[in-house]
């Protein structure tokens, strides 16, 4: 039983250490953030709102570290960039996420024009 449990960590020790966003043999497949300060601080408020994270089962606190590490990003006091964003007048809060509505809803246009493969 023991050595089952053993053989089951070294197992999951080898597929995290082949996890390309965990640890990228390639440095090229480093993921970096390029957007503004803002838009990061609202979109993982986002994710953050509608709980897709662990279930919810994760502080705000958490969530930025975790994502900053993956993103290459950090930024430590979201919640006054928060206030900012909660702040914005002219009917437009969520500039990132009505631009990434957008886009989607833009690709989904196009390949809709676009003739099926069959």
Same mark, same amino acid.
């Given at each position: 039983?023991?050595? #089952?449990?053993?053989?089951?960590?070294?197992?999951?020790?080898?597929?995290?250490?082949?996890?390309?966003?965990?640890?990228? =043999?390639?440095?090229?497949?480093?993921?970096?953030? #390029?957007?503004?300060?803002? =838009?990061?601080? =609202?979109?993982?408020?986002?994710?953050?709102?509608?709980?897709?994270?662990?279930?919810?089962?994760?502080? !705000?606190?958490?969530?930025?570290?975790?994502?900053?590490?993956?993103?290459?990003? =950090?930024?430590?006091?979201?919640?006054?960039?928060?206030?900012?964003?909660?702040?914005? #007048?002219?009917?437009?809060? #969520?500039?990132?996420?009505?631009?990434?509505?957008?886009?989607? !809803?833009?690709?989904?246009?196009?390949?809709?024009?676009?003739?099926?493969?069959?």
């Amino acid at each position: 039983m023991q050595i #089952t449990f053993v053989e089951k960590q070294i197992q999951w020790a080898e597929v995290k250490q082949k996890c390309p966003l965990c640890k990228p =043999e390639n440095p090229n497949l480093k993921l970096k953030w #390029t957007g503004s300060v803002f =838009e990061w601080v =609202e979109m993982i408020y986002a994710l953050y709102s509608v709980t897709r994270i662990n279930s919810g089962k994760i502080s !705000l606190k958490e969530l930025f570290q975790q994502m900053g590490e993956m993103f290459d990003f =950090e930024v430590k006091e979201f919640a006054n960039y928060f206030m900012n964003i909660k702040n914005r #007048t002219g009917g437009r809060r #969520t500039k990132f996420m009505d631009l990434l509505k957008d886009a989607v !809803l833009g690709r989904m246009k196009d390949a809709d024009r676009k003739p099926s493969r069959k």
